[in-house]
């Protein structure tokens, strides 16, 4: 069965410095893997996935993720945090031979000025 | 083109009572799911979908119903409200499997009382 784990469930940066939410996945064959943000009081929208094609995958709002499978990692940066990066992410997976989509426990990015 | 619409936002229920929640898509999208989001556990997945007529159990399927007699539609109900099912409900629909990703409605606030 497929599972994700994000480290620190929240995560303060000021704004303009270096974002970093941590994601390690668990598949025993090649994952897919997403990135969801939350605002408040809304649903999830997709920043971006990673399907196989490019290991380095831009987003939108100027988010990355790299999938790296020596380390079974899907990190999600962004160089300069902005104040409206504010809000809570959730990292997913799922594969080519299941039909759930699994999601982690989500990170909440708080930005001060 | 409304994506994944749920109603209600917000109901209250007191413990016993039933009621659906509604789910529809107009993207003719095959997969729809149902997962639950509470503090600190991320989203749950409740029951989900791969086409009408065709439903499965996901992480957490107890006290819920669902069918797909629709390809648009994905009601989810709860028979006999619990306490602990106060949480907020999100359906999410894909075109299938795998790196599709899924798109979110905005949610539904349930609280049981």
């Known amino acids: 069965a497929q599972s994700v784990t994000q480290l620190g469930s929240h995560v303060s940066v000021s704004e303009g410095a270096l974002v970093l939410l941590r994601c390690n996945y668990s598949?025993?064959?090649?994952?897919?893997l997403f990135w969801y943000v939350q605002y408040p009081n809304q649903g999830l929208q997709l920043l971006l996935k990673?399907?196989?094609?490019?290991?380095l995958v831009k987003g939108i709002n100027g988010f990355e993720a790299e999938f790296k499978k020596s380390e079974t990692s899907f990190h999600l940066t962004k160089p300069s945090a902005h104040m409206s990066d504010a809000a809570e992410y959730f990292c997913?997976?799922?594969?080519?031979?299941?039909?759930?989509?699994?999601f982690g426990t989500g990170t909440r990015l708080q930005v001060f000025p | 083109n409304a994506g994944v619409t749920q109603t209600p936002k917000f109901q209250v229920l007191k413990t016993g009572q039933s009621m659906t929640l509604q789910c529809a898509q107009d993207?003719?999208?095959?997969?729809m799911s149902w997962y639950r989001q509470d503090p600190g556990m991320g989203l749950r997945l409740i029951h989900y979908?791969?086409?009408?007529?065709?439903?499965d159990q996901g992480e957490v399927p107890n006290g819920y119903n669902v069918s797909r007699s629709t390809t648009e539609d994905f009601p989810l109900r709860l028979l006999s409200a619990a306490p602990s099912q106060t949480s907020v409900y999100f359906c999410?629909?894909?075109?299938?499997?795998?790196?599709?990703?899924?798109?979110f409605g905005s949610g539904t606030r349930l609280t049981v009382v």
């Open positions: 999410a629909s894909s075109y299938g499997r795998g790196y599709y990703g899924y798109t």
């Open positions: 598949s025993s064959v090649p994952p897919y």
């Open positions: 990673y399907t196989s094609a490019a290991t």
């Open positions: 997913a997976v799922t594969t080519g031979n299941t039909d759930k989509l699994i």
């Open positions: 993207m003719n999208h095959e997969y």
């Open positions: 979908s791969v086409g009408a007529g065709i439903t």
